[in-house]
């Protein structure tokens, strides 16, 4: 037992515990979107202010769990890189990825968005005016060689061309926001508690969701959609958003923005296999090779070592 203990506290020092978890939140994200999809014609903008405005009240209160952190008064500088991780990290890239998730699979979805790690890795490089490294555009070849597999076959079979390659195009940008959302939450961290990053760059989200959703949208139809759309959205805020959120923070704020999206490689594994058991998804040869691919190429990826960031425990957190 004692050994077993020790180890899960290395994991939870070191953060990678914080990472897994962060990816499992995440990886079921598209599952909970699909069965809405399923349940009811609700689109995208309607079902993503459904998960903001469920999230909200759990991101203030994360705000205000966190204010005996509070290390030092938020600057006009803070709040406007808070207001810039809220718009590309779950305003912007989850709308694009709802988006995308109306015309392709949850797996292929997955297996797009995981190549963030790779762009974390380009913009951190881009920051730093340093050159990548051989190994490292051998390793992101291979991800995006392994994404063509999976692409081109799901393009073939499908019978859809137009609509993959549209989903496809809102995944990756996706991808690309929420890579922005990643570099920028790893420079956030040396000035604030991850769990009060947390809790204001997702109320920034949740906040600029429903004014978007308020201007667009008709807001008499929330009356009549399914319990089952409200289940999953509820899911979602909790499990797919603010944990994610929270846990995705620590994992940095002890790891680094890099090693954080590289120990996500369980990500699109969990939700391929969600895929197929509770949406009834095929998987091919051709996705579990791409899949493969992908995964060892993330897994290539050598990271730099972070800067200095502010370290915390849990206890710290909970103070």
Same mark, same amino acid.
């Given at each position: 037992?004692?050994?077993?203990?020790?180890?899960?506290?290395?994991?939870?020092?070191?953060?990678?515990?914080?990472?897994?978890?962060?990816?499992?939140?995440?990886?079921?994200?598209?599952?909970?979107?699909?069965?809405?999809?399923?349940?009811?014609?609700?689109?995208?903008?309607?079902?993503?202010?459904?998960?903001? !405005?469920?999230?909200?009240?759990?991101?203030?209160?994360?705000?205000?769990?966190?204010?005996?952190?509070? @290390?030092?008064?938020?600057? #006009?500088?803070?709040?406007?890189?808070?207001?810039?991780?809220?718009?590309? $990290?779950?305003?912007?890239?989850?709308?694009?990825?709802?988006?995308?998730?109306?015309?392709?699979?949850?797996?292929?979805?997955?297996?797009?968005?995981?190549?963030?790690?790779?762009?974390?890795?380009?913009?951190? %490089?881009?920051?730093?005016? +340093?050159?990548?490294?051989?190994?490292?555009? %051998?390793?992101?070849?291979?991800?995006?060689? !392994?994404? $063509?597999?999976?692409?081109?076959?799901?393009?073939?079979?499908?019978?859809?061309?137009?609509?993959?390659?549209?989903?496809?195009? #809102?995944?990756?940008?996706?991808?690309?926001?929420?890579?922005?959302?990643?570099?920028?939450?790893?420079?956030?961290?040396?000035?604030?508690?991850?769990?009060?990053?947390?809790?204001?760059?997702?109320?920034?989200?949740?906040?600029?969701?429903?004014?978007?959703?308020?201007?667009?949208?008709?807001?008499?139809?929330? %009356?009549?959609?399914?319990?089952?759309?409200? %289940?999953?959205?509820?899911?979602?805020?909790?499990?797919?958003?603010?944990?994610?959120?929270?846990?995705?923070?620590?994992?940095?704020?002890?790891?680094?923005?890099?090693?954080?999206?590289?120990? !996500?490689?369980?990500?699109?594994?969990?939700?391929?296999?969600? @895929?197929?058991?509770?949406?009834? +998804?095929?998987?091919?040869?051709?996705?579990?090779?791409?899949?493969?691919?992908?995964?060892? !190429?993330? @897994?290539?990826?050598?990271?730099?070592?972070?800067?200095?960031?502010?370290?915390?425990?849990?206890?710290?957190?909970?103070?």
């Amino acid at each position: 037992m004692k050994p077993m203990h020790a180890l899960l506290q290395r994991y939870v020092q070191n953060g990678s515990l914080f990472a897994v978890l962060a990816a499992l939140g995440f990886s079921f994200k598209a599952i909970f979107v699909k069965l809405s999809y399923v349940a009811s014609d609700v689109d995208a903008i309607t079902l993503l202010a459904l998960r903001m !405005g469920l999230s909200l009240p759990l991101f203030l209160w994360l705000v205000w769990f966190s204010r005996q952190q509070a @290390s030092a008064p938020l600057t #006009w500088g803070s709040v406007m890189r808070v207001l810039l991780l809220g718009l590309f $990290g779950y305003y912007l890239a989850s709308l694009f990825d709802f988006y995308g998730l109306q015309y392709i699979s949850a797996g292929l979805e997955r297996l797009i968005l995981f190549t963030y790690p790779t762009l974390v890795l380009l913009f951190q %490089a881009i920051a730093l005016r +340093e050159r990548p490294t051989l190994r490292t555009l %051998a390793a992101m070849g291979i991800c995006y060689v !392994g994404l $063509g597999v999976a692409f081109v076959h799901d393009l073939s079979v499908s019978g859809l061309g137009n609509q993959v390659i549209l989903g496809s195009l #809102w995944v990756f940008a996706s991808a690309v926001a929420y890579a922005l959302y990643y570099s920028g939450t790893g420079m956030m961290l040396k000035r604030m508690s991850s769990m009060r990053l947390a809790g204001l760059a997702g109320a920034a989200s949740s906040i600029m969701v429903l004014a978007h959703y308020l201007m667009v949208a008709d807001t008499s139809q929330l %009356a009549h959609l399914p319990a089952a759309v409200w %289940a999953n959205a509820g899911l979602m805020a909790v499990f797919s958003t603010v944990m994610p959120i929270y846990w995705a923070a620590l994992a940095i704020q002890r790891m680094g923005a890099t090693q954080t999206a590289a120990v !996500g490689n369980l990500g699109p594994v969990l939700t391929m296999l969600a @895929s197929w058991a509770l949406l009834n +998804e095929t998987i091919s040869t051709y996705q579990i090779a791409g899949l493969a691919l992908v995964l060892f !190429g993330v @897994s290539r990826l050598k990271p730099g070592k972070p800067k200095a960031e502010p370290q915390s425990t849990m206890a710290d957190e909970a103070a």
